[in-house]
């Protein structure tokens, strides 16, 4: 998977900056997606095209756990965020959501926004195609990847009884 990336630094970016609580009134991807990062970066929204990647700090969707915030960022067409370290309950969520949440050390200092990754999630290899740098992971568990491959775990349910 490619796509031109978003980075956040910053350590500890909460579920309320990633969609603020003053719109969980809402369920729908679409709507949500009009508001996704603007208490952090109120550009996010103009410039996220389908297909790009966040890369943040460590702890990345900490705070309350919602759903809502998966959503927006899926919304907002973003396919995938990379993550020093990712707080436990946003983790799980993406899973469950079928949005890939990729855990890589240290790499929130060396991604710049715009640009050009390249996720190979079988191998555990993030390519910075900018920078012409590599990056390894410890590639997601099977069981996980294939629920994100079903689009959830729902969908994964529904095929496991079918």
């Not at 919602?66 to 309950?89: K, P, Q």
Request: with cysteine.
């Amino acid at each position: 998977m490619k796509g031109f990336a978003h980075s956040y630094p910053r350590a500890h970016i909460n579920t309320d900056e990633i969609i603020p609580a003053r719109y969980l009134n809402m369920d729908q991807e679409k709507d949500l997606a009009e508001h996704a990062m603007e208490d952090l970066d109120p550009d996010f929204v103009k410039n996220v095209r389908k297909g790009d990647i966040i890369v943040a700090g460590e702890d990345f969707g900490c705070g309350s756990s919602r759903e809502h915030a998966v959503w927006a960022l899926r919304g907002a067409g973003v396919r995938a965020v990379i993550a020093d370290t990712f707080a436990r309950i946003f983790y799980r969520n993406c899973i469950n959501n079928g949005f890939l949440a990729v855990e890589c050390r240290n790499i929130s200092g060396k991604i710049q926004t715009g640009d050009e990754l390249e996720i190979d999630v079988k191998d555990g290899v993030i390519r910075n195609l900018t920078q012409n740098e590599k990056y390894t992971f410890l590639p997601i568990p099977e069981f996980a990847q294939e629920i994100i491959d079903a689009g959830g775990l729902l969908n994964y349910i529904a095929r496991k009884v079918d």
